[in-house]
């Protein structure tokens, strides 16, 4: 296993809440995952990607976002990775998970039932997340006055806070979504980008769309979904960290160190002793 990271980086070492012990429950029971070795590489891949994305102070007037890079073999469970990122978010005080699911329906539909069951799971009374599903196809209902609502709640400290309730928003890898979302964040009343809360962005298979196709023109422009994301990152909040999940991390690795977008830390996963 291969750990990078700037040599004086001083990282946060998150709390193991309720949360993420429901989560482990459901692993065990749900997934039928009860050996060791294999619970502990859950339990470490959380703990190293929360602890890249913890602030040290979360209300200073400095707007800090990073991006984390999370390598993983095919197959290997990186679905059940970002589950138990957020479950583990939950616990440290994160109030918003965006989901980037892939760019196909089929696969966003597969992704979003796995993530789902996660939740309905560590959460049956739906007393810490509120789940919004963005696509065409969703049964879902879409309810964008409800999540403004509770965005906006959420900004100026009222009940939503004391619920420490977490927005799960979960959609297509497609510009039209994540713009909506982007330019939902950014109106005037809501204004996310200057609120000091710490959020995060889950790309699975951040390779596939989300780079910028456009980077060997060397015109300055950017393709339409790498672009929306890059928007999405900056309009989340002052403390974001946009999470890359892939196997196949070459052509990120390859990013100009300042594209937003660069992985700033990156945590390679270990694989289970039953991994084939």
């Known amino acids: 296993m291969t750990e990078v990271y700037p040599a004086k980086s001083q990282f946060h070492e998150p709390i193991m809440g309720q949360t993420y012990d429901a989560f ?23 703990l190293e990607i929360i602890k890249r994305c913890l602030f ?20 290997s469970g990186k679905t059940l990775a970002m589950c138990s990122v957020i479950a583990l978010a939950y616990d440290n ?15 966003k539909a597969q992704n979003q039932d ?12 739906n007393k810490k997340f509120s789940y919004y599903s963005f696509d065409p196809n969703s049964s879902e209902p879409k309810d964008d006055e409800q999540l403004k609502d509770q965005v906006k709640s959420l900004i100026e400290r009222k009940k939503f806070i004391k619920k420490n309730k977490m927005i799960v928003l979960c959609m ?6 994540i713009n909506d979302i982007s330019e939902l964040f950014s109106e005037k ?6 609120f000091p809360i710490q959020t995060l962005i889950l790309d699975d298979e951040a390779d596939q769309a989300s780079l910028n196709t456009q980077a060997r023109k060397n015109n ?12 999405l990152k900056q309009n989340h909040s002052k403390f974001c960290t946009y999470i890359q999940v892939t196997a196949t991390a070459q052509a990120l690795l390859l990013t100009e160190k300042d594209d937003p977008l660069s992985p700033d830390y990156i945590w390679i996963s270990s694989s289970s002793k039953n991994y084939i």
């Open 24 to 46: 482990e429950e459901f692993v065990k029971n749900e997934r039928g995952i009860t050996d060791k070795n294999s619970l502990d590489i859950i339990r470490k891949n959380a």
């Open 220 to 231: 300055n422009k950017r393709s339409s979904t790498n672009l929306s994301i890059v928007n």
């Open 114 to 125: 796995r993530i789902k069951e996660v939740l309905n799971a560590i959460d049956p009374g």
């Open 56 to 75: 040290k102070d979360t209300y200073n007037n400095h707007k800090s976002q990073r991006t984390v890079l999370h390598i993983g073999e095919v197959q």
């Open 189 to 194: 009343e809501l204004n996310v980008s200057n």
């Open 93 to 107: 005080n994160f109030f918003i998970s965006t989901i980037l699911t892939g760019t196909k329906n089929i696969l």
């Open 172 to 177: 297509l890898k497609h510009e039209k979504y």
